[in-house]
């Protein structure tokens, strides 16, 4: 995993794929932002899988009350460290956000280790439900990691997944793992009627 810049801008890459870039990020905010409007209420616990750049935290913090607690979940140590450094001007002080924990470990531990804890879980971690960045990874996006997050979630909890791309059949899986399911389709920056991003609410129904 490599941080890379040019000009202003930067880039946090996997190999040849752009996992986050500075430039172009509406659909990640749009990520808490429209999963807290779906809750309906700003309180609560929150949990976000991934760092990143950033752009989804900053969005949980404004959309979240004060009274509201915010679990970052980052497996990389060296994300952390960017944030606290050479991307420190882009988390502005949102790492010293009373709200916030920032918990270096996977978030899929995180999850199956909870019970009925969680308002939210928001997932950011690869660039779609499958294991990109680690095999690993395809325990959150099969049916077992999907009941883990259906457990984790309190009655009427949504699981917020991002995917840079459309993947099929994946409602079904949710919806076979017990969620209601909205899939919605978000411009990838600001402007964009061509290139979009999908974000699958499911929510907690029983």
Not at 6 to 14: A, K, L, R
Not at 96 to 120: E, K, M, N
Not at 171 to 176: I, Y
Request: glycine share 10%.
């Amino acid at each position: 995993m490599r941080l890379l810049r040019s000009d202003g801008d930067y880039s946090i890459q996997f190999g040849l794929e752009e996992l986050m870039g500075s430039c172009d990020h509406v659909s990640e905010e749009a990520l808490a932002a429209l999963t807290c409007q779906r809750l309906g209420h700003g309180n609560g616990d929150v949990l976000i899988g991934g760092l990143g750049m950033g752009f989804t935290l900053g969005a949980a913090l404004a959309a979240w009350s004060a009274e509201s607690s915010i679990i970052v979940a980052e497996l990389v140590p060296k994300i952390v460290t960017w944030a606290r450094g050479p991307l420190a001007h882009i988390f502005r002080d949102h790492l010293s956000d009373p709200r916030l924990t920032i918990d270096v470990s996977d978030v899929h531990d995180v999850i199956a280790a909870s019970t009925d804890r969680f308002d939210a879980i928001l997932l950011d971690v690869d660039n779609g439900p499958d294991g990109m960045i680690r095999p690993e990874n395809e325990r959150l996006y099969c049916n077992w990691g999907l009941r883990s997050a259906h457990a984790a979630l309190k009655c009427g909890g949504i699981l917020a997944i991002w995917s840079a791309y459309p993947a099929r059949d994946f409602d079904l899986k949710l919806e076979a793992s017990g969620f209601e399911v909205e899939e919605l389709r978000v411009p990838a920056f600001t402007g964009s009627q061509k290139e979009f991003h999908h974000i699958w609410f499911a929510r907690r129904v029983h």
